[in-house]
């Protein structure tokens, strides 16, 4: 093909079309930056005017789904003590697991729109504390049940109840009531207005599962179901032949794989082991792009590592230590040197700044080794403070910690790294010791996260942070439906988690996931890693 256009010198031919679709193919689709396509077609003498008619074709990936086929995907987060039961989950390979077998009653799209899943359609009454949820009619469980409103019920009653240990639960602490209004309809009362209840409901760990279910059979009405299970080792999925979904759920069978360690992750993909891996490590982006034969999918997000202090116990029931360590790091340099580029700038509280109640107002958190060491010598610890990590915690974890270690050497606090195995991290290390890394996955408002993490009973609360006031606000917050009003709250909650929390919020990380060249289909989402973890479902294999 070449073609030109009268007063321009440029021509596109074939090999030109070919090398920029190969960019966009090796970087993924919808992660190639204006600057990498100017740049690249500058270099093969295509003009920025030409290039806009060409970027339908070089990023546009939207062919015909294929079925069957068997993918493989190799995850990080995977344990021994891994369970079935979506009130378990922690983690990623569970989670994404989870999203396999299991529908919620709505999702939340890679634009953060609350889209129709088990439930076609809602409403809510004036003051937004009555909910109807509409089920869809064609809807069955892997074990050939038919979906109706009681086996809704019975979920939300199984993470709410008085006993549950569900991770959801305070979610759901604002539901007064849950009840079925015949099979299709599913009326949720709160006791007071909430305009986020979909977003809420829309939380991985609020699987639906048949009614009497003790949920550790994995039975749901998902695109896969379950044929064999060895807690942090691997699963396998076959396709589900009565999914409710068409435009999902393509490959015959699904392999999900333990490989906790990064670089063993990417060597699985590179040899072609596995087509999926979630968590890429920012040192392997460069190579992932180089390569032919691979795809990075880069999902700026509001997923953030943190550095968890225990507020409960010493040293850091001392504002004064805690205050020190935000002072200590380099954020700028962590984000440079650990995430190479590939994260903001954060502010020790878990709000990114596209959200729209962030507030904007409070000060950016510096480096300040003068700060850090007043604060330091008025708490004045009687120990080495020590910082718990693994390289599971998230990407470039343990760097990340060494730099930290770093900064906080030039304000004369020493910062002992503790490098902890991957396996049993989250079960013997989170909210274990008094100082750890963490990490959060984004959520779609700032209620949500604020109800699982900071909350002082909240299932999450890592730091054991506890303040009646702030409890009492996020309430107020949920159930004020003036907006103006609904924002200052939420800023005033994190004032409060700025000056006096216990979760040092270093950067938000772009999410970083990567495959094979054959797999098509995925779209990077915000919301979460792995398509907002339902990569398995979503994409299929072009061989």
């Not at 299991?102 to 953060?112: N, R, T």
């Not at 299970?229 to 699904?254: I, Q």
């Not at 990407?395 to 730099?403: C, D, H, P, R």
């Not at 002082?456 to 942070?465: F, G, L």
Request: aromatic fraction near 8%; include cysteine; glycine fraction near 8%.
């Amino acid at each position: 093909m070449a073609r030109g256009r009268k007063g321009d010198t440029e021509i596109c031919n074939d090999a030109a079309v070919g090398e920029l679709r190969d960019l966009g193919r090796r970087l993924g689709v919808g992660t190639v930056t204006r600057r990498q396509l100017l740049g690249r077609a500058a270099a093969l003498g295509i003009s920025a005017t030409a290039l806009s008619s060409l970027l339908p074709r070089v990023t546009l990936a939207q062919e015909t789904p294929k079925r069957g086929g068997h993918l493989k995907v190799g995850l990080d987060g995977a344990g021994t003590s891994d369970s079935l039961d979506p009130a378990s989950y922690t983690v990623f390979f569970m989670e994404i697991l989870g999203q396999q077998l299991y529908s919620q009653l709505v999702e939340v799209d890679e634009k953060g729109q609350v889209q129709p899943a088990l439930a076609e359609s809602w409403e809510a009454k004036p003051g937004a504390t009555e909910w109807r949820f509409k089920l869809r009619g064609d809807v069955v469980f892997h074990n050939g049940k038919k979906l109706t409103a009681a086996d809704v019920v019975y979920t939300l009653n199984y993470h709410r109840g008085k006993d549950s240990k569900s991770a959801a639960r305070s979610l759901l602490e604002p539901v007064a009531d849950v009840k079925a209004d015949g099979d299709s309809d599913v009326v949720i009362t709160l006791n007071g207005g909430n305009a986020d209840l979909p977003y809420l409901l829309a939380d991985y760990h609020l699987c639906i599962g048949p009614e009497g279910t003790n949920f550790r059979d994995g039975i749901g009405t998902g695109a896969y179901a379950l044929e064999t299970f060895n807690p942090g080792v691997r699963a396998m999925t076959k396709k589900n032949p009565n999914f409710w979904r068409t435009d999902r759920g393509f490959v015959d069978s699904v392999e999900t794989i333990a490989i906790n360690d990064p670089t063993a992750r990417l060597s699985a993909l590179l040899s072609g082991a596995v087509h999926l891996i979630n968590r890429a490590d920012p040192k392997s982006a460069k190579l992932i792009a180089d390569s032919p034969h691979v795809q990075l999918y880069n999902a700026p997000s509001g997923g953030h590592p943190t550095f968890a202090m225990r507020c409960d116990t010493g040293p850091f029931q001392d504002n004064n230590l805690r205050l020190a360590m935000k002072y200590a790091i380099d954020r700028e340099d962590i984000i440079r040197r650990a995430m190479l580029g590939f994260a903001t700038v954060g502010n020790d509280t878990p709000v990114p700044s596209f959200d729209p109640v962030f507030a904007a107002d409070i000060p950016q958190r510096p480096y300040d080794p003068d700060k850090a060491k007043f604060y330091f010598q008025k708490a004045n610890p009687s120990a080495p403070i020590t910082l718990d990590v693994c390289d599971g915690a998230f990407a470039g974890a343990v760097e990340a910690a060494q730099l930290f270690q770093a900064s906080a050497a030039k304000a004369g606090i020493t910062v002992q790294v503790s490098r902890d195995p991957n396996d049993g991290y989250w079960e013997n290390v989170w909210r274990k010791v008094p100082f750890c890394a963490s990490f959060w996955s984004p959520r779609p408002t700032a209620d949500m996260i604020f109800s699982i993490a900071y909350r002082s009973d909240a299932p999450w609360n890592e730091t054991y942070w506890k303040r009646p006031d702030f409890d009492k606000l996020l309430i107020e917050a949920r159930a004020e439906l003036d907006q103006a009003k609904r924002k200052q709250m939420y800023h005033d909650l994190q004032l409060m988690v700025y000056e006096d929390g216990g979760e040092l919020v270093p950067m938000f990380v772009n999410l970083l996931d990567a495959g094979r060249s054959e797999v098509k289909g995925f779209v990077p989402s915000p919301r979460d890693q792995m398509s907002g973890l339902r990569a398995p479902e979503r994409v299929w294999l072009e061989s």
